[in-house]
C-alpha cells in the first residue's frame, strides 16, 4: 500500500494550497480517508476526514470553514483544498487510510499513511 501526498509548498498568509494524496494497492472506495498535521515539536493532529463515498465530511474547528476535503475514487485520489492560510497552519499533511475509523479524528485507527508533505504559511 502506497500513499503519496503531493501539493504543499510555501505560501503567504491569506493564500490557498489544493494538497493530494494519491493511493495504490488498497481497494480505495472501502477505506475512510483522512488527513492530519504535525508542526515542530507539537503532537500529529486531526484536520479532516472523509467517508468511503464521499458523502460525509469531518472537519477540526481550527479549520472549518476555511479547509474542504474531497475524494475521487475512480482516481483512488483524496484531495484537501486549503483557503485563507495562516501561518498556524504551518506543518507536515499526512494523509490516511482506515478500513474502519470508528473515531474518524484519532491517528490510531489510521492503518495506512503517507510520507508527508510539507506546508509553510508565510506572515
Known amino acids: 500500500v502506497q500513499l503519496v501526498e503531493s501539493g504543499g509548498g510555501l505560501v503567504q498568509a491569506g493564500g490557498s494550497l489544493r494538497l493530494s494524496c494519491a493511493a495504490s494497492?488498497?481497494?480505495?472506495?472501502?477505506?475512510?480517508m483522512g488527513w492530519f498535521r504535525q508542526a515542530p515539536g507539537k503532537e500529529r493532529e486531526f484536520v479532516g476526514g472523509?467517508?468511503?463515498?464521499?458523502?460525509?465530511?469531518y472537519y477540526a474547528d481550527s479549520v472549518k470553514g476555511r479547509f474542504t476535503i474531497s475524494r475521487d475514487n475512480a482516481k483512488n485520489t483524496v484531495y484537501l483544498q486549503m483557503n485563507s492560510l495562516k501561518p498556524e497552519d504551518t506543518a507536515v499533511y499526512y494523509c490516511?487510510?482506515?478500513?474502519?475509523?470508528?473515531?474518524?479524528?484519532?491517528?490510531?485507527?489510521?492503518?495506512?499513511w503517507g510520507q508527508g508533505t510539507q506546508v509553510t504559511v508565510s506572515a
Open positions: 490516511a487510510a482506515s478500513i474502519s475509523a470508528a473515531v474518524v479524528g484519532a491517528p490510531r485507527e489510521y492503518r495506512y
Open positions: 494497492g488498497l481497494t480505495f472506495s472501502a477505506y475512510v
Open positions: 472523509i467517508s468511503r463515498s464521499g458523502g460525509n465530511t
